[in-house]
């Protein structure tokens, strides 16, 4: 399933997303030297409708064509079948980004795992997943642990950090267990400032000599930490319009990184017994402890701060209506 290169292919370099299937014939790893032996490891298109990291990828090795890498570089290039359709991921696929934990019945799950141990051998040095949001959200940067080479390397992204440990079988979980790890979130598809911040700190981090080990001042850095996930239940209809057991509302992304206040109209229930499902860290039931209902209507009960809100109803389905997050301090 997964090919491993050591050179750029050609023509990948001016290669759309929907086009990489048929250049690659797969996922992709590519091994690229670089003066520093350690590797940067960078995935791009876990997602398939995310394509910033691979423009941003191309945008980094149209820059060095004629130089030398400054620290040795590999490429996970992911999911280009679900690229080629435009989509997060295909009917009956897995989702790329859930798939990193060791599951002998899942194909995608052990590729993952050669992706690891390659990784692993050749020392890597950090790691970087790109993303984009398919709702407004600013750019940020997510870590799985709190230790100070993470959090250095998230705040070289931006000050705003989001802090989670579930799901599990996320890229970046996986690989904090080999060496300091983010996931950019760098907006909408087709945004250029997306692909010129995603480029930049790449460039950065190959530039790096070490990842600073000593606290990030806590004035230079929003934390935030994720508490829980909200989903749909299935069989659960919902939309925009009326006619839904769950009408959201229509212009509900503009609560992305909002603190909201306890009270908060998140939509209205129409069909009888619709809830919304929300789910803590250790997956127990916090659906009470979110959301009330009262004269058909969904509310906060508590303030608190949601990201990954999307209008893009499939999303909601494939992954979650959003994730709810609060304001953390740094530990002294």
Request: contains cysteine; charged residues 20%; negative net charge.
């Amino acid at each position: 399933m997964l090919r491993v290169m050591e050179q750029i292919p050609a023509g990948f370099l001016d290669c759309e997303a929907k086009d990489l299937l048929a250049l690659l014939g797969g996922p992709t790893l590519m091994h690229l030297p670089g003066r520093v032996a350690e590797p940067l490891f960078v995935s791009v298109l876990l997602h398939g409708n995310e394509p910033t990291g691979l423009l941003a990828i191309q945008q980094l090795l149209r820059h060095y064509s004629d130089k030398k890498l400054p620290r040795s570089l590999s490429i996970l290039v992911g999911n280009v079948s679900a690229a080629a359709e435009g989509l997060r991921r295909l009917d009956g696929q897995p989702d790329y980004n859930r798939v990193w934990v060791d599951d002998a019945a899942c194909a995608e799950s052990q590729m993952m795992q050669s992706v690891l141990a390659q990784m692993q051998q050749r020392q890597v040095f950090a790691s970087i997943d790109i993303h984009n949001n398919t709702g407004l959200n600013p750019h940020y940067a997510c870590v799985n642990r709190l230790d100070a080479p993470f959090l250095q390397l998230a705040s070289m992204f931006g000050r705003t950090v989001v802090y989670f440990t579930k799901p599990e079988g996320v890229q970046s979980r996986a690989f904090s267990m080999l060496c300091p790890a983010v996931t950019l979130e760098c907006g909408q598809p087709g945004q250029a400032h997306g692909v010129e911040h995603a480029f930049e700190y790449v460039d950065a981090c190959l530039r790096l000599t070490e990842i600073p080990v000593h606290p990030v001042a806590a004035h230079d850095i929003d934390l935030f930490h994720t508490v829980a996930v909200v989903q749909i239940p299935e069989g659960t209809s919902y939309g925009f319009e009326q006619g839904h057991d769950l009408v959201l509302l229509p212009d509900i992304d503009r609560f992305n990184f909002s603190e909201l206040p306890a009270g908060t109209c998140f939509g209205y229930v129409q069909g009888a017994g619709a809830r919304l499902q929300c789910t803590g860290e250790q997956g127990e039931d916090l659906s009470t402890r979110f959301f009330s209902y009262e004269a058909g209507e969904i509310r906060l009960t508590k303030s608190v701060m949601p990201s990954m809100l999307t209008r893009d109803l499939r999303v909601i389905r494939q992954d979650c209506l959003c994730y709810l997050m609060e304001r953390i301090g740094l530990a002294r």
